[in-house]
Each structure stands twice: as C-alpha cells, then as structure tokens.
C-alpha cells in the first residue's frame, strides 16, 4: 500500500470522447507525475506538476492535459480520444521534485478506448 | 537521449533457478538505476535501486550492481520462487532530471 490511489480503476470510452482521470497523492507529497503505459511496453513520461505547476513535459500532444490542485491532487485530462490511447495510467507522487528517485507509484487506471 | 534496453522475455524458470535480467543504459552523466517489478493487475512498486557507480542494490533476494564501465544493471536472484512471477522493469532517472526511462520489461514466470 503507497498511499497514491488513483480513480477509476477501469474505464471504458468511444473513440473521441474526453476523459478525467484522478490521483490523490500521498500526504504530504507536492510533486505528482503521470506516465502511459501501453501493453506489452514500458512506462513513458506524460508531464510532471510540482506546486500546482507544470514542471516538464514528454513526447505527448497537448489534448494531453493535467492539473494539480492546492492539496496536490493530480487530474490528467485526455481530449478527443483514439484507440491507441488504450492503456494503463499510472500516477507517481514524492515529497519533493528533487526527490522523485523516491517515488511511490499508484496502481493505475486501465483506459480502453473502442 | 536517455533510455534503457533490457532482454527481451517471457523467461520461464523452474522454482529455485538462478534468475538474470539483463539491462543496459544510455545517458549522458551518471543517472540513477532502478529495477521495478509489476505483479499482474497491479501499478509498479520499487524492487531495489543504485545511485551511483559500483552500487549494489538488494531487496528481497534480488540484487543488482551499477556498471559504468559496461553501462549495465543487470537484475539476480540465486534462487527464485512461484511468487516472484511478474514484469520486471528497468529504469534510470538523471540525477538532474525529473522523469523516469523504462524499458519495454520483462515477464517471468515461475512454475513449480
């Protein structure tokens, strides 16, 4: 148990519809970021939020978006969905962005787009 | 850029076999290693970690030395177990960076 739990645990969507996808981070951790992890592939960086800020982003487009609130809860936002979107979400919170070598890792949320 | 390369699997292994992973980098610095391990159905949970050359980093059997000079963390275990059946994910972070490179994984089965 880490403490970062994420909401939904699956969900199922159409083809360019939106979704919000949620993460509580562990108390008292300020820095959240999000990773996509496709079947059979590793997890790949979406964007980190550090203090409500955007801090670094990967290789995804911007119908890709995320927010963090002031009790450093995590949202990430995906526009006009399409079937390669299918995959495992994950959220991984620290104490700090200095310190995310010590990251905890939520348990993900299964997207499949059809 | 930075990423991870690690063998490719499924690995089948009878319980109490001797278990290597193979995993090698690219980065520019000196980045810190990780293995992960991911149980079916579950999000990635920290299996050991090396921050600088020559480490070892060990958890629960499993073990791992950071290389420089072969850019390497390979992952072992003497003798693995039914539970131990999982995806096993290598990663490095830069020391100055803020993000985590995965290889694709690697599946292990363990059977009786």
């Known amino acids: 148990e880490t403490g970062v739990t994420q909401s939904p645990t699956h969900l199922i969507k159409t083809r360019g519809q939106q979704v919000t996808l949620r993460c509580s981070s562990q108390?008292?951790?300020?820095?959240v970021s999000w990773y996509q992890q496709a079947l059979g592939q590793g997890p790949q960086f979406i964007f980190q939020?550090?203090?409500?800020?955007?801090?670094g982003r990967g290789n995804f487009p911007p119908r890709f978006s995320g927010l963090q609130f002031p009790n450093y809860s995590s949202e990430l936002n995906v526009n006009a969905l399409e079937l390669d979107d299918s995959a495992l979400y994950l959220c991984?919170?620290?104490?700090?962005?200095?310190?995310?070598?010590?990251?905890?890792f939520g348990q993900g949320t299964r997207l499949t787009v059809v | 850029g930075d990423s991870v390369t690690q063998m490719e699997g499924p690995v089948t292994l009878s319980e109490e076999a001797f278990l290597t992973i193979n995993c090698t980098y690219t980065?520019?610095?000196?980045?810190?290693l990780f293995w992960y391990v991911q149980y079916p159905g579950e999000g990635l949970q920290l299996l050991l970690k090396?921050?600088?050359?020559?480490d070892k980093g060990s958890n629960k059997g499993f073990e791992a030395t950071y290389r420089k000079e072969t850019t390497s963390f390979h992952l072992e275990k003497g003798s693995v177990q039914v539970s131990d059946s999982a995806v096993y994910f290598c990663?490095?972070?830069?020391?100055?960076?803020?993000?985590?490179?995965f290889g694709t994984g690697t599946s292990l089965t363990v059977i009786p």
């Open positions: 090396a921050t600088k050359a020559d």
């Open positions: 939020y550090y203090r409500e800020e955007e801090n």
């Open positions: 990663a490095l972070m830069a020391n100055t960076g803020n993000q985590f490179y």
């Open positions: 991984a919170s620290s104490l700090d962005k200095g310190r995310f070598m010590e990251a905890f």
């Open positions: 980065a520019t610095g000196y980045p810190s």
């Open positions: 108390s008292g951790h300020n820095t």
